[in-house]
């Protein structure tokens, strides 16, 4: 598995964008997929999560951080090999870069909202939201 995230920008406050993730691997297993940020001074912290049900992900489970919950969608195609996020009624407090992450493994649904489950990384896309 190797991730290419991509789709970053500068947007005003109240703006949309999308991420997207690439992996020129073999395709997402259905352990899990997320999204992490990490604000300037700040640590890594979790936005986005799925994880699929034993074999498809169509009956998967979504996580997702208060502070984006109702603005932030994300979303897999499989059949592409991507992942996305969509970003909606953006705040100056999203600005950070944004990583996409892929599980090895299956783990307890708690672990999502942290780094554990993620072995597989991308390098980071700068968003930045101007007020």
């Known amino acids: 598995v190797q991730l290419q995230a991509s789709g970053g920008g500068l947007v005003r406050a109240g703006g949309s964008l999308r991420l997207s993730c690439a992996n020129s691997g073999r395709t997402f297993s259905t352990y899990g997929v997320g999204w992490f940020r990490q604000a300037p001074g700040k640590e890594r912290e979790f936005v986005a999560a799925?994880?699929?049900?034993?074999?498809?992900?169509?009956?998967?489970?979504?996580y997702y951080a208060d502070s984006v919950k109702g603005r932030f969608t994300i979303s897999i195609d499989n059949a592409k090999k991507m992942m996305y996020l969509q970003m909606n009624g953006l705040k100056p407090e999203d600005t950070a870069i944004y990583y996409c992450?892929?599980?090895?493994?299956?783990?307890?649904?708690?672990?999502?909202?942290?780094?554990?489950?993620?072995?597989?990384w991308g390098q980071g896309t700068l968003v930045t939201v101007s007020s």
């Open positions: 799925i994880r699929g049900s034993s074999t498809v992900w169509g009956s998967g489970v979504f």
């Open positions: 992450a892929a599980a090895d493994r299956r783990y307890s649904s708690s672990s999502y909202y942290t780094p554990r489950p993620y072995a597989y």
